[in-house]
């Protein structure tokens, strides 16, 4: 056997393990290791270890308490609990903070069932002394046939709506209920405004009256909501107003008599209704739709109807005459369709001369008033469109089409696009507000973008039905809550 070299002196004094470490280890390594041990020695011979013990014992923090864990055993005091609060009509008070009377309740067979009758006495529903009542109908009765309306004067449309001003006189509650139509007097020698509201009430306000309640003449014609006001355009039948409703009537006001006289109505059992009307330029014919779909062709002097046709399963919104070619009309429907018509050529099933659809229900489509070329019509995909035709009743071609919101919900009554009567080039209709505006917008054939809005600052509420005066310079908006707003020149 070979013999183990001795080792060196060095190699005794470093153990077995350190050998392995620095083989294993580098210089840098070594170096740094060597001078961690030189600073535990100058820290021990410091006693800083010794001080940092200290300092720690000084600063140590109090032991949080344990919180107790699950339910609490602790009991809460009780809060005071107030009463809810309730307003001065929950509480029976008035507005002075004074009890009000209660009022009687109606026993079962006391109850009075709304039916409708075929003739409803001219009389009062609000609190009209009879003397104003007799001088109302007497003015009324006297109102006769006017001069033709100067259509040059109203060349510059816009010139004449900057005339126009809403003052507070000129705001006044004409319904009971919100207001579904609207229509103007076709007089020049009083200033008198038709509102429909949706219980089946009539206000007729004279603006430059103070009789009845500040000129508002109210009335109960129909047991359900009115959908259409008409004055015959034909001088001789001055005094005369008709009214459709969906109770199933189309009735006249005859002053003379004064009475409401039911021109027709539908049998009880069908559970039908009006929705709309047109009159012809004599005034002797009516064009009336139903919510079963029909459209009906009334005799005005015999009560009778003459032609009923099935056109549609569906509620008809509107229906209007061709002003220059009567024999032209032109319906919208809520299946979203807008279709012309020719009394002629109409069979028991009858095909339209042309159909426009529509993405939704369409809310109105009327005939321009002076020429009846042009065609607008609202709804409710946010649009309103307008037609023209080369002439009246012919063809319609789509002009333009532009957004604007017609999503007005359930409480207000639907927009609806109207020309005035005095020009065959502008419309006009409500406009749901944004933050401030609120306004009635008027618009040309000409431009998707309103050319008038009309404001004020005493307007507070969406005008949704609106109409404009066939001879003066006057604009009436109404709203959900029976008011009558009226733009007109400042005296």
Same mark, same amino acid.
């Given at each position: 056997?070979?013999?183990?070299?001795?080792?060196?002196?060095?190699?005794?004094?470093?153990?077995?393990?350190?050998?392995?470490?620095?083989?294993?280890?580098?210089?840098?390594?070594?170096?740094?290791?060597?001078?961690?041990?030189?600073?535990?020695?100058?820290?021990?011979?410091?006693?800083?270890?010794?001080?940092?013990?200290?300092?720690?014992?000084?600063?140590?923090?109090?032991?949080?308490?344990?919180?107790?864990?699950?339910?609490?055993?602790?009991?809460?005091?009780?809060?005071?609990?107030?009463?809810?609060?309730?307003?001065?009509?929950?509480?029976?008070?008035?507005?002075?903070?004074?009890?009000?009377?209660?009022?009687?309740?109606?026993?079962?067979?006391?109850?009075?069932?709304?039916?409708?009758?075929?003739?409803?006495?001219?009389?009062?529903?609000?609190?009209?002394?009879?003397?104003?009542?007799?001088?109302?109908?007497?003015?009324?009765?006297?109102?006769?046939?006017?001069?033709?309306?100067?259509?040059?004067?109203?060349?510059?449309?816009?010139?004449?709506?900057?005339?126009?001003?809403?003052?507070?006189?000129?705001?006044?509650?004409?319904?009971?209920?919100?207001?579904?139509?609207?229509?103007?007097?076709?007089?020049?020698?009083?200033?008198?405004?038709?509102?429909?509201?949706?219980?089946?009430?009539?206000?007729?306000?004279?603006?430059?009256?103070?009789?009845?309640?500040?000129?508002?003449?109210?009335?109960?014609?129909?047991?359900?909501?009115?959908?259409?006001?008409?004055?015959?355009? #034909? $001088?001789?039948?001055?005094?005369? @107003?008709? %009214?459709? !409703?969906? /109770?199933?009537? +189309?009735?006249?006001?005859?002053?003379?008599?004064?009475?409401?006289?039911?021109?027709?109505?539908?049998?009880?059992?069908?559970?039908?209704?009006?929705?709309?009307?047109?009159?012809?330029?004599?005034?002797?014919?009516?064009?009336?739709?139903?919510?079963?779909?029909?459209?009906?062709?009334?005799?005005?002097?015999?009560?009778?109807?003459?032609?009923?046709?099935?056109?549609?399963?569906?509620?008809?919104?509107?229906?209007?005459?061709?002003?220059?070619?009567?024999?032209?009309?032109?319906?919208?429907?809520?299946?979203?369709?807008?279709?012309?018509?020719?009394?002629?050529?109409?069979?028991?099933?009858?095909?339209?001369?042309?159909?426009?659809?529509?993405?939704?229900?369409?809310?109105?489509?009327?005939? #321009? $008033?002076?020429?009846?070329?042009? @065609?607008? %019509?609202? !709804?409710? /995909?946010?649009? +309103?469109?307008?037609?023209?035709?080369?002439?009246?009743?012919?063809?319609?071609?789509?002009?333009?089409?532009?957004?604007?919101?017609?999503?007005?919900?359930?409480?207000?009554?639907?927009?609806?696009?109207?020309?005035?009567?005095?020009?065959?080039?502008?419309?006009?209709?409500?406009?749901?507000?944004?933050?401030?505006?609120?306004?009635?917008?008027?618009?040309?054939?000409?431009?998707?973008?309103?050319?008038?809005?009309?404001?004020?600052?005493?307007?507070?509420?969406?005008?949704?039905?609106?109409?404009?005066?066939?001879?003066?310079?006057?604009?009436?908006?109404?709203?959900?809550?029976?008011?009558?707003?009226?733009?007109?020149?400042?005296?």
């Amino acid at each position: 056997m070979s013999k183990r070299p001795n080792a060196s002196r060095g190699d005794r004094s470093i153990s077995n393990e350190e050998k392995k470490v620095r083989e294993v280890m580098s210089n840098y390594e070594l170096k740094r290791m060597k001078r961690i041990k030189e600073n535990e020695k100058l820290l021990k011979s410091l006693k800083i270890f010794e001080a940092k013990e200290e300092f720690e014992n000084v600063m140590k923090k109090p032991a949080k308490p344990v919180r107790q864990q699950g339910l609490r055993d602790t009991v809460r005091t009780p809060k005071e609990v107030l009463p809810p609060r309730k307003s001065l009509r929950l509480r029976n008070l008035d507005p002075e903070g004074i009890p009000v009377p209660e009022r009687p309740q109606p026993k079962g067979d006391q109850l009075q069932v709304r039916v409708r009758q075929r003739t409803v006495p001219l009389k009062c529903a609000n609190e009209v002394s009879n003397e104003d009542q007799k001088a109302f109908c007497n003015s009324l009765s006297l109102l006769g046939g006017d001069s033709a309306v100067d259509i040059a004067k109203y060349n510059d449309y816009d010139k004449e709506l900057q005339k126009l001003a809403l003052s507070e006189q000129d705001i006044t509650k004409v319904t009971q209920g919100r207001i579904t139509t609207c229509a103007f007097h076709p007089t020049t020698s009083k200033l008198l405004v038709a509102a429909g509201d949706k219980y089946g009430g009539l206000g007729l306000w004279d603006v430059e009256s103070q009789q009845g309640q500040k000129g508002v003449f109210f009335y109960s014609p129909h047991v359900a909501g009115l959908t259409c006001l008409a004055f015959p355009p #034909s $001088p001789g039948a001055s005094n005369v @107003l008709y %009214t459709s !409703s969906y /109770d199933g009537s +189309i009735k006249c006001m005859d002053v003379e008599r004064e009475l409401f006289d039911e021109v027709y109505g539908l049998p009880h059992d069908l559970n039908d209704g009006f929705t709309h009307l047109s009159l012809d330029s004599s005034g002797g014919m009516i064009l009336g739709s139903s919510i079963g779909g029909d459209v009906m062709l009334v005799d005005v002097r015999s009560h009778k109807r003459e032609s009923v046709w099935e056109m549609y399963n569906r509620k008809v919104k509107t229906i209007h005459l061709n002003p220059m070619k009567e024999s032209i009309f032109v319906t919208a429907c809520v299946n979203g369709s807008v279709n012309t018509w020719d009394l002629r050529y109409i069979k028991k099933n009858p095909e339209p001369l042309q159909s426009m659809k529509f993405f939704k229900s369409v809310s109105s489509a009327y005939y #321009s $008033p002076l020429s009846g070329k042009y @065609l607008v %019509t609202t !709804s409710l /995909d946010n649009r +309103i469109r307008l037609y023209k035709s080369a002439s009246a009743g012919g063809p319609l071609d789509m002009v333009m089409a532009f957004y604007h919101d017609n999503q007005v919900g359930r409480w207000l009554t639907n927009f609806r696009a109207v020309w005035d009567p005095k020009s065959d080039e502008h419309y006009m209709v409500g406009k749901m507000p944004g933050r401030e505006d609120r306004e009635i917008q008027v618009y040309s054939v000409i431009s998707p973008v309103p050319t008038f809005q009309l404001r004020s600052d005493s307007l507070s509420s969406i005008c949704c039905v609106n109409a404009s005066h066939p001879k003066l310079n006057v604009i009436a908006g109404t709203n959900s809550s029976g008011k009558c707003y009226l733009w007109r020149e400042s005296v």
